[in-house]
Nanobody, 124 residues
Framework: VQLQASGGGLVQAGGSLRLSCVASERFDAFYGMAWFRQAPGKEREFVSATRRAGTTAYYADSVKGRFTISRDNAKNTVYLQMNSLKPDDTAVYYC??????????????????WGQGTLVTVSS
């Protein structure tokens, strides 16, 4: 399985970006997908997650109300719409998919497949 993330870039505080992550396999094969991020000198942290089916979505407290996760099953793609960006959102953003339904959606170890990361830089 290959995941290709894109959409990062440089944006001013208050701006928006939309990240995309395309999977090389059909969404039917997966149970859930998520976005994590890693800022310089910090550990990778959970941002948002969703499931292949239904409307369930999970968000870190730091992004609630500003970020929205969505997916297009026909395109094998998950998105992360990021609005009202802050300098603290600066990080490399990683998409992650899982086939195993066990484990918490919030934990890195629950995901078997990872994209290469896309850099988001928010200037003040």
């Amino acid at each position: 399985v290959q995941l290709q993330a894109s959409g990062g870039g440089l944006v001013q505080a208050g701006g928006s970006l939309r990240l995309s992550c395309v999977a090389s396999e059909r969404f039917d094969a997966f149970y859930g997908m998520a976005w994590f991020r890693q800022a310089p000198g910090k550990e990778r942290e959970f941002v948002s997650a969703t499931r292949r089916a239904g409307t369930t979505a999970y968000y870190a407290d730091s992004v609630k109300g500003r970020f929205t996760i969505s997916r297009d099953n026909a395109k094998n793609t998950v998105y992360l719409q990021m609005n009202s960006l802050k300098p603290d959102d600066t990080a490399v953003y990683y998409c992650a998919f899982r086939k195993d339904y066990s484990g918490s959606a919030y934990e890195l170890r629950s995901y078997e497949y990872w994209g290469q990361g896309t850099l988001v830089t928010v200037s003040s």
